[in-house]
């Protein structure tokens, strides 16, 4: 399985998630800048944290006129899992690949540490060696991680079961619903702001965020791995 973890200026953190990828998780990965990715022939995208362009005028904003957002987007539309954490999130919701918008945290400061959560769909492409309500412990660091949508989408959020992740430690930053991550109506984008590829060792603090990369792969893994 080859993964491409797109990069636009400012996504400080994709060598982290590369080397989550290729080194912990064990598949093929390629740091593709956003100036000519060519994504067909990846399985997967990672779209990693940062400040794209600087957080100008919003966190993404900028980001969605780049000429591979129309490549990402027909990369949703193939099936193929996405990924966005932290700013990476805030890019799919600006493309209008995932719904809502992004807040100011509710203290208006930036915060970082460690987000307890829980699990509240263990049947995703994402989740699925999580266990239905677990609770994991994930690093997260934004000041605009407030996320926003409104109460008719939320309801349908809910229904569909497309909240993943939820705050469990006092939604400090305000979120709608304490989503910290959201599906598309297709289920193959995830949008999601604590950070998993900052938890896949044990020297850098837990391991909570392995499962989610390796339940990707499983899910490739049996669609696309002839066992016969």
Known sequence: MRFAVLSFPGSSCDVDMYHALLD????????????????????????PTGASYGDYLRPGALAQSSKSIDGLKAFADSGKPILGVGNGFQILVEAGILPGAFLRN????????????????????????????????????????????????????QEQNRIVFTYEDGNLDGSVEKIAGVLNEQGNVLGMMPLPERAVEEIIG?????????????NWSEKNVNHA
């Open 24 to 47: 912990i998780v064990g598949v093929g990965a390629e740091i593709v800048s956003h100036l000519d990715a060519d994504l067909n022939n990846f399985d997967a995208v990672v779209i």
């Open 106 to 157: 509710k203290g208006l400061k930036f915060r970082s540490g460690n987000a307890k959560l829980a699990v509240q769909n263990s049947t995703s492409t994402f989740t699925s060696i999580y266990e239905e309500g677990q609770q994991i412990t994930l690093p997260f660091a934004h000041e605009y991680g407030n996320y926003y949508v409104d109460a008719d989408t939320a309801s349908q959020l």
């Open 206 to 218: 837990g391991t909570d965020g392995l499962p989610l990369f390796r339940s990707i792969l499983k």
